[in-house]
């Protein structure tokens, strides 16, 4: 996908804004408003963030701190003197970006350097809005979009190559191939994620292993400087802590006593802090709602990709109803468009939703022009006995689209994929048998699930109780970007594989449990 311009050009250099003074209040919201959840974006923090309190509601919102020093930023970097970039990873999940933001917020008003102080998301501009979560808070927040600066609007190596560049790692330490020539320019890494031990970083790094990087920014202001702290500030460390420790919840394994050490500080210095469960469930929401999104968004949103035999296959999960996805004007188009763009000879969509018993709703969609392929593909999913997807043709209005029921909830995309790997390298193994068809020994359900019982074997059911999402976030990507040493050596957990397990206590229990006497 090429992103529209930015209105911005690459290679422009920056000097240091001038320092925007603090604040002398925290800047807290209106007495009694709280963060709801379904509340309309910019609705239920608006004015927060701003010093309007107290002129009854006609005057203009003045800007926070954060907002001066993004506009400061914005402007450093149209000018010629050095930069230090504060970047985040190539994943840009929400941790990283406000990790970025608010160490480089930090950084500029204790730092005696000569560079502006700058924070960059690591994608380029147009990929926000996949981004639903962040799109939320920034919004709730009142912090403009147009003050962030993006990868594709500030050339990081002209900089470096011109001596004006340094740089600091947040929430990886590890540079993907394209960077390797900015190795030089890092000189602090703030990250917490294991190191890759095979190459020692010459720069100063803090790594601990808590569940959000925003905890370790949030101990560095309040540890150093908590008088620049504002209430804008400090809502975006404590939203973010909250969404990566899965609302504090032990349960979760993801929390740790340094996480809830911070947010309860946070708390302490801004006791008007949106509620805890509301923060998470909106934001968890926002993760992932697709109602703004287009078709090639929606399929950006959550793809990965197979290939064999010179074929290559997408596999999109798409958070929809199937019947409301079809539906779409010009899908079919839109989907021949985003395949030939990006090189697909076909596509494949898992739909996702929930029914009122908070259990999935899984269906299929295959796209494929090629009859040949399409055939071969929908043949493998039908036939697949490991797992078997007990699969019943749904109709289509689409000629090249065919759709399926899906009746084996409990297969995820996870599951879907090597059957469809097999079937591009022409391997017999997934199309043995009827789909329904009771698989080998070999293949129970048991056993693949065994691996992942023991690593969340402490979750429990009350975990899975958002109708549209289970309440466990996706666990973020943080350094395990593409060619990152460290994705071959930590545990392969996913989301989907949470989400799963969560739908499969979720069942488990409700086919159980006694029923519930009248009154």
């Not at 960059?120 to 799109?135: F, T, W």
């Not at 309040?222 to 809502?235: M, R, S, V």
């Not at 934001?283 to 703004?292: C, E, I, N, P, Y």
């Amino acid at each position: 996908m090429t992103c529209p311009s930015s209105g911005m050009g690459r290679g422009r250099y920056a000097v240091r804004a001038s320092p925007a003074p603090l604040p002398s209040s925290s800047l807290a919201p209106p007495a009694g408003c709280l963060w709801p959840p379904g509340s309309g974006r910019g609705a239920s923090w608006a004015g927060r963030g701003g010093s309007s309190r107290g002129c009854g509601g006609g005057c203009a919102r003045s800007s926070s701190a954060m907002e001066r020093f993004l506009q400061g930023c914005r402007a450093a970097v149209q000018e010629s003197r050095p930069l230090h970039v504060v970047l985040g990873n190539e994943a840009c999940d929400l941790d990283s970006m406000v990790s970025a933001v608010t160490l480089a917020f930090y950084l500029e008003n204790t730092s005696e350097s000569k560079a502006a102080f700058v924070p960059v998301l690591n994608i380029p501009r147009c990929e926000l809005a996949l981004r639903g979560d962040s799109v939320f808070l920034l919004s709730e927040l009142n912090i403009p979009e147009s003050s962030l600066i993006f990868r594709d609007e500030i050339d990081l190596h002209a900089l470096h190559q011109s001596g004006q560049l340094t740089l600091t790692l947040v929430d990886h330490h590890i540079l993907p191939s394209s960077d390797t020539a900015l190795e030089k320019a890092v000189t602090e890494v703030l990250d917490h994620r294991p190191l890759e031990q095979q190459h020692p970083l010459p720069c100063q790094v803090t790594a601990e292993l808590v569940g959000s990087c925003a905890t370790l920014v949030a101990e560095r202001i309040l540890q150093g400087k908590p008088e620049i702290l504002d209430w804008q500030t400090a809502a975006l460390l404590h939203g973010t802590i909250i969404l990566d420790c899965v609302n504090m919840a032990p349960e979760a394994g993801k929390v740790t006593p340094k996480d809830s050490k911070y947010v309860a500080q946070l708390e302490a210095h801004f006791p008007d802090l949106p509620n805890r469960s509301n923060i998470f469930e909106s934001l968890q929401k926002a993760k992932f709602d697709v109602s703004g999104l287009t078709t090639e968004q929606m399929l950006r949103k959550d793809l990965k990709t197979i290939s064999g035999d010179g074929t290559m296959l997408a596999i999109s999960a798409i958070y929809m109803d199937l019947e409301i996805f079809l539906q779409r004007s010009n899908l079919t188009a839109e989907l021949d468009t985003f395949c030939q763009a990006q090189g697909y000879d076909a596509l494949v969509a898992m739909t996702i939703t929930f029914n009122p018993h908070n259990e999935p709703v899984r269906h299929l969609v295959v796209f494929c022009p090629n009859m040949d392929l399409q055939s071969m593909i929908c043949g493998a999913l039908e036939c697949s006995c490991c797992p078997p997807l007990n699969l019943t043709p749904a109709p289509s209005p689409h000629p090249n689209i065919r759709a399926y029921f899906q009746g084996n909830a409990l297969a995820s995309r996870k599951k879907v994929l090597p059957i469809l790997k097999d079937a591009l390298w022409g391997h017999p193994g997934a199309m043995k048998t009827p789909s329904g068809t009771p698989g080998p020994e070999g293949c129970s359900q048991e056993q693949m699930d065994d691996e992942l019982d023991k690593a969340i074997n402490t979750l429990i059911p009350e975990m899975c109780r958002d109708d549209e999402e289970p309440v466990l976030p996706p666990t973020p990507m943080n350094s395990l970007v593409d060619e990152c040493p460290l994705d071959r050596g930590l545990p392969k957990l996913s989301a989907e594989d949470i989400f799963e397990k969560c739908s499969q206590i979720t069942m488990a229990r409700s086919s159980t449990s006694p029923p519930q006497k009248k009154k």
